[in-house]
């Protein structure tokens, strides 16, 4: 009899301790606070700084402090160019970067880097948003990584030290810093020489005379100090820089999911607009503090912009063809960018 009650005592004891680790472990797990790094190029003085602070402080209000972020800017943590990767594998957990510095990692993102498809960076950070989400192929590109918002920059200008370009024989033989590929493909076709160069060498590149002039959008003038050391600026709206912003898989998996939803609500399309937003209106300052530096800035027209076109445009059939010998859905994607943004 006794044995009897032994036994039945040990078995209700067990359950009990069972019990107490079931609840000690989702005590644990709910209440666990996750401290994450964020990594990025950009100096600690860009507005983009300002935003992850401000993403950061959202983040930890949202999630009760279980998610708490420091960032790292200046490229402190990985190269510019080595971002996603450092992404991917885990050597970061969050990761900011222009997608152009690792060429051919992403063909269908670069979509968005061909020339004149967005006049500003709300239509072209909503517009690759939407092309993300509508086209599974693009998974591929984000592999071990969750992609929270990707964005472009307000549109791209060509600035010059020491001579106007305002035809394209001014451009022939220049040496131009070029942030992409696709850039790269149709300033060698107006007789130009392409230096592809990440942003935060083109300062020194231009004052030392590495180059001789820049593509970059116009919130670059003044975020990056160029209007320091150029004094030309030829108006055409070429072409927009992409960018990511990632998060390990494996990082963004070891949360609780109401801590998952909480990322997922702060990032995603407004996340796209609200940066796109920022850079139009640093853009719009950035021109008012050119003219005030005395930038000389000339607008194509038109009529130059057709004569210009003839030689940029054959880069966006020749990336069609690229993409879709990739076996990727390139003339799709391009239509439907071109449809989104209502040109």
């Known amino acids: 009899?006794?044995?009897?009650?032994?036994?039945?005592?040990?078995?209700?004891?067990?359950?009990?301790?069972?019990?107490?680790?079931?609840?000690?472990?989702?005590?644990?797990?709910?209440?666990?606070?996750?401290?994450?790094?964020?990594?990025?190029?950009?100096?600690?003085?860009?507005?983009?700084?300002?935003?992850?602070?401000?993403?950061?402080?959202?983040?930890?209000?949202?999630?009760?402090?279980?998610?708490?972020?420091?960032?790292?800017?200046?490229?402190?943590?990985?190269?510019?160019?080595?971002?996603?990767?450092a992404a991917a594998t885990g050597s970061v957990d969050f990761a900011l970067s222009v997608h152009g510095y690792t060429p051919g990692e992403f063909p269908l993102t670069s979509v968005m880097e061909l020339p004149f498809m967005a006049d500003n960076a709300v239509n072209g950070s909503t517009n690759l948003w939407k092309l993300l989400?509508?086209?599974?192929?693009?998974?591929?590109?984000?592999?071990?990584?969750?992609?929270?918002?990707?964005?472009?920059?307000?549109?791209?200008?060509?600035?010059?030290?020491?001579?106007?370009?305002?035809?394209?024989?001014?451009?022939?033989?220049?040496?131009?810093r070029s942030p992409s590929p696709e850039t790269s493909e149709w300033l060698e076709a107006l007789g130009?020489?392409?230096?592809?160069?990440?942003?935060?060498?083109?300062?020194?590149?231009?004052?030392?005379?590495?180059?001789?002039?820049?593509?970059?959008?116009?919130?670059?003038?003044?975020t990056w100090g160029l209007d320091e050391v150029i004094n030309y600026a030829t108006v055409g709206n070429f072409y927009s820089t992409t960018m990511f912003v990632v998060m390990n898989e494996e990082a963004f998996d070891s949360l609780a999911e109401e801590d998952q939803e909480a990322i997922r609500e702060l990032t995603g399309e407004k996340m796209a607009q609200r940066t796109g937003e920022v850079f139009d209106q640093f853009g719009a300052d950035a021109v008012e503090q050119a003219k005030e530096k005395g930038v000389e800035i000339y607008e194509l027209s038109e009529s130059e912009l057709a004569e210009w076109s003839e030689f940029i445009n054959p880069t966006i059939e020749n990336w069609i063809n690229s993409v879709n010998e990739q076996g990727l859905p390139g003339q799709e994607v391009y239509d439907r960018a071109v449809e989104l943004s209502g040109k």
């Not at 797990?29 to 100096?43: I, K, M, Q, R, T």
């Open 1 to 85: 009899m006794r044995s009897k009650y032994w036994v039945l005592f040990l078995i209700v004891l067990g359950l009990g301790l069972l019990a107490a680790c079931g609840d000690g472990d989702s005590e644990n797990a709910d209440g666990e606070v996750h401290e994450l790094d964020f990594s990025h190029f950009f100096p600690p003085t860009h507005f983009m700084e300002e935003e992850i602070q401000t993403f950061a402080a959202d983040l930890e209000d949202a999630t009760d402090g279980r998610v708490k972020i420091t960032s790292y800017p200046g490229a402190s943590l990985a190269a510019p160019d080595e971002h996603f990767d």
């Open 192 to 222: 130009a020489t392409p230096v592809s160069m990440p942003m935060n060498e083109n300062f020194e590149a231009l004052e030392r005379g590495v180059v001789d002039g820049t593509i970059a959008p116009w919130e670059a003038v003044t």
């Open 133 to 176: 989400n509508e086209f599974d192929e693009f998974d591929d590109e984000y592999a071990g990584t969750v992609p929270l918002w990707l964005y472009t920059t307000d549109p791209g200008q060509l600035y010059t030290v020491d001579k106007p370009v305002t035809s394209i024989e001014d451009l022939k033989g220049m040496k131009i």
